[in-house]
């Protein structure tokens, strides 16, 4: 990495790469549960890696599965790759912000950010690139790892459809979501997403819904927000996400 | 690989995203829309669970049933594996028969 003195840079990437581990525990069965529903959703072995390695982001990997088996067209896969994952353009500006990384560094640096690898690296004290870069990787090869041995296992199994392995999915986005719905106008943004969903989907195909309804629920919560600001300050909603 | 076009344009998307934040940096981002920023993944992920829990009409109840006991998992253990099979052992118990 260009502008590092090496041996320290060296340290604390692994400093940041160990304090992870803890983290694999649960980012490799949340990988084994999205390598076997990408297999039962008919992607094959290259295509189901493939995703881990170049996306690297469960809730859009797994919103991929589910919208690819609904039939939504490839741009609302991205749309929603886009809205699920909005919370790294925020994580991105407060690493920017604090550490003023070196232009070399900042395109391999955004290639591993996560809220995961956001958070622990931040828990390891004053936020250093290395460490920062230490914590991504490692949840990186967590990831990948989980996906191989998933995709692997989905080759042995029969039937994986038959078992209903398409409801990991909507669980992992369960899990995604539950911690994040920390305060009034979060949770306000979930019913009214959820209410408009439901109505949308009398309207316009299920991918296009679910975007028209995830704009609908963060509106209507960011403007609860900010009327709620005026009478008093609240914390915004920072998202430092569980393992992923 | 007929995936290989969508999976490259969502790998692009999301790594435009990560990168965009590190090089705003020194901009200044309205509060307004850093606040809407926010939200935007909970309505999504919502809507996304809603979206498919209602796709499945044949089999509403026993997922329904699941999912609510895996949203009490994970606010309870916070943990994401321990969701999924929370939800997925329920889901199968209440298809056996």
Excluded: K
């Excluded at chain 1, 502008?3 to 803890?22: D, E, I, K, Q, Y």
């Excluded at chain 1, 896969?77 to 003023?100: C, F, W």
């Amino acid at each position: 990495m260009p502008g590092f003195r090496c041996t320290g840079s060296l340290a604390l990437f692994a400093r940041g790469f160990v304090a992870m581990l803890p983290l694999w525990a649960g980012a490799i069965p949340v990988g084994i549960a999205y390598g076997l529903a990408a297999r039962g959703a008919g992607l094959d072995l290259s295509a189901t890696q493939l995703m881990s390695l170049v996306v690297f982001s469960a809730a859009a990997q797994l919103s991929a599965l589910s919208l690819l088996d609904a039939g939504a067209p490839g741009l609302v896969l991205v749309g929603a790759a886009l809205a699920l994952n909005a919370q790294l353009l925020l994580i991105g500006l407060a690493v920017g912000r604090e550490l003023r990384p070196s232009w070399a560094a900042r395109p391999v640096a955004a290639y591993f950010l996560t809220d995961g690898a956001y958070g622990v690296a931040l828990a390891l004290g004053r936020l250093r690139l290395p460490v920062l870069l230490g914590t991504g990787v490692s949840m990186f090869v967590a990831w990948n790892v989980g996906t191989g041995i998933g995709a692997a296992a989905g080759q042995a199994l029969p039937e994986l459809r038959r078992l209903g392995v398409d409801f990991v999915a909507p669980l992992t986005f369960l899990a995604v979501l539950v911690p994040l719905v920390r305060t009034r106008a979060a949770a306000l943004a979930a019913l009214v997403a959820g209410v408009a969903t439901l109505l949308l989907a009398w309207l316009a195909p299920g991918g296009v819904a679910v975007l028209g309804a995830g704009l609908v629920g963060s509106t209507a919560a960011a403007w609860w927000a900010g009327r709620d600001r005026e009478s008093h300050v609240s914390p915004t909603p920072a998202s430092d996400g569980g393992a992923r | 690989m007929s995936e290989l076009t969508p999976i490259l344009g969502m790998a692009a998307a999301v790594y435009a995203l990560r990168l965009a934040g590190l090089l705003l940096a020194s901009a200044a981002v309205p509060p307004a829309w850093e606040r809407a920023l926010g939200f935007v993944p909970v309505a999504t992920l919502t809507a996304l669970v809603v979206s498919s829990l209602a796709g499945r009409p044949d089999e509403a109840p026993a997922r329904v049933v699941a999912a609510t006991g895996a949203g009490l998992a994970a606010w309870r253990t916070g943990r994401a594996w321990v969701c999924i099979l929370v939800g997925m052992a329920v889901y199968w118990l209440l298809r056996l028969p």
